[in-house]
């Protein structure tokens, strides 16, 4: 799932190497369940309960 590119300075952080953010949704942030279930929601929207539990 990609980062909206205004909001990737939200998910900066700082090495020894350099400062970095990152493109896609790493799932090891504490919302990206969030975010994987609303874009599946989006993808099934019409078919939930019907033929998608």
């Known amino acids: 799932i990609m980062v909206k590119e205004e909001d990737q300075y939200k998910t900066t952080f700082t090495m020894k190497w350099g400062t970095y953010a990152y493109k896609k ?9 969030a975010t994987f279930q609303r874009a599946m929601d989006m ?3 019409g078919l939930i309960n019907k033929i998608v539990l």
């Open 43 to 45: 993808a099934f929207k």
């Open 25 to 33: 949704m790493p799932f090891g942030l504490s919302n990206a369940r």
